[in-house]
């Protein structure tokens, strides 16, 4: 399974895009890739998923370049509740889906 | 509707003792799975039940872990006997039969402590 590379931390201000990039240069070509958010004593809180080009919900957006070797998650206009970790996962859709959680993006969002 | 709920959410026990700890996946989820996060390091994978079925077990620790399903609806994750490094956070997911989405739901999870 393809491991992944993604800042350890990241600072913002409400209001302000935060983007957080994602390596993930050994990816195959039956991987998806999967964020999910984790607010403290809490489990992990699934955001978006893509395979190529972008994908937009109601809550980010997902940016992915056409070699897939990295991925962006944007969120638009964040606020103090986005401030959690966050965290970029590839891999296989199938009956067997076991996630790799990595150390993950710690987001601050300051007032 | 209720969302994937554990229990206890935090237990404390003495090396050597047993603990069970409860996972109730949402309604209608065939998949159900177990995750711990260990003091300090990263979430893992322990297994993954279809239904009754343990469709993938590989990342239990030792055999002092058995998870079980009985009936398919919830799950049970015994620790026995408890040892130090079994210390942590052990979540529970669901996710439907047509998985077809990548999204798990996650529970808040049960802490546990052994001293």
């Known amino acids: 399974l393809a491991k992944t590379t993604q800042p350890i931390s990241m600072d913002s201000y409400e209001g302000q895009e935060v983007n957080i990039t994602c390596s993930h240069n050994?990816?195959?070509?039956?991987?998806?890739i999967t964020w999910y958010q984790q607010f403290p004593s809490q489990g992990p809180r699934f955001i978006i998923q893509?395979?190529?080009t972008k994908v937009t919900n109601e809550v980010a957006s997902l940016f992915i370049p056409a070699d897939r070797k990295s991925s962006t998650l944007s969120l638009p206009r964040v606020s103090l509740s986005d401030t959690a970790v966050y965290y970029c996962l590839v891999g296989w859709m199938d009956s067997s889906y076991k996630l790799i959680f990595g150390s993950g993006t710690r987001l601050l969002v300051r007032p | 509707e209720a969302g994937v709920t554990q229990f206890p959410s935090h237990s404390v026990i003495e090396k050597g003792q047993t603990v069970t700890l409860r996972c109730d996946p949402i309604s209608g989820h065939d998949n159900l799975y177990w995750y711990r996060r260990v003091m300090g390091k990263e979430i893992k994978f322990l297994l993954h039940f279809v239904k009754e079925s343990k469709q993938d077990e590989s990342g239990m620790p030792n055999n002092r872990f058995l998870a079980e399903r009985t009936g398919g609806t919830y799950s049970t994750l015994k620790v026995q006997p408890a040892e130090l490094e079994d210390s942590g956070v052990y979540f529970c997911a669901s996710s439907p039969r047509d998985f077809n989405t990548g999204e798990l739901f996650f529970g808040e999870g049960s802490r546990l402590t052994v001293l």
């Open positions: 050994n990816i195959a070509t039956n991987d998806y």
């Open positions: 893509g395979y190529k």
